[in-house]
């Protein structure tokens, strides 16, 4: 088993997009309607989107290659990057997707790790995120890391309002 995970730059926007509608496509296709899906896939990973994503120096993406293939991303943000106001000692983990196929492998806890090590290289206190309340499966694996529910927040699929837990560890 060969991994490496690698900053994304500009020249993978093609590449970023792909993987973004794939996963997030894997992940919640069953659990919601193909329009609020659909419509949502094209607001949030449209080339233009991810390019600003990529140009904002306060967000960052990460692939992760299982055996040379890219099999997920990791997306943080810093600062104002963040989806909502936790503050400049704090790290957001926005997105962190692994093709179903390359699942339990141990690439989102990789994934997670670096999320972990860049917080502390900034000197960051806190590390948080949104998942879904119906993702049964995420909150354990984030809780078995250390998280604790410390909010919620509205996450719109399209036009149906669903609940994201938001979800914090303290850093040592």
């Keep these: 088993m060969k991994t490496i995970i690698k900053k994304c730059t500009q020249t993978d926007l093609q590449e970023l997009q792909a993987i ?22 094209e607001k949030a990973y449209n080339l233009k989107q991810l390019e600003g994503e990529l140009a904002n120096r306060s967000s960052q993406f990460y ?23 936790m503050g400049i000692e704090s790290l ?14 141990g690439l989102g806890e990789l ?16 590390v948080w995120l949104g998942v879904w309340e119906a993702n049964e499966n995420a909150i354990a694996f984030y809780q ?19 609940v994201d837990l938001i979800m914090t560890k303290t850093l040592e």
């Design 63 to 85: 692939f992760v290659y299982f055996n040379e293939e890219v099999s997920g991303y990791l997306k943080i943000n810093t600062e104002n990057a963040q989806t909502e106001a």
């Design 111 to 126: 994934l997670l790790n670096k999320a972990f090590e860049i917080a502390m290289q900034q000197q960051k206190k806190k």
């Design 20 to 41: 973004s509608t794939a996963t997030f496509a894997e992940t919640f296709q069953e659990q919601n309607s193909p329009e609020n899906l659909n419509a949502y896939l």
């Design 144 to 162: 078995k890391k250390g998280f604790i529910q410390t909010g919620s927040h509205s996450f719109f699929m399209g036009n149906d309002e669903q």
């Design 92 to 105: 957001e983990v926005e997105r962190i997707y692994i093709r179903k196929e390359f699942q339990k492998l």
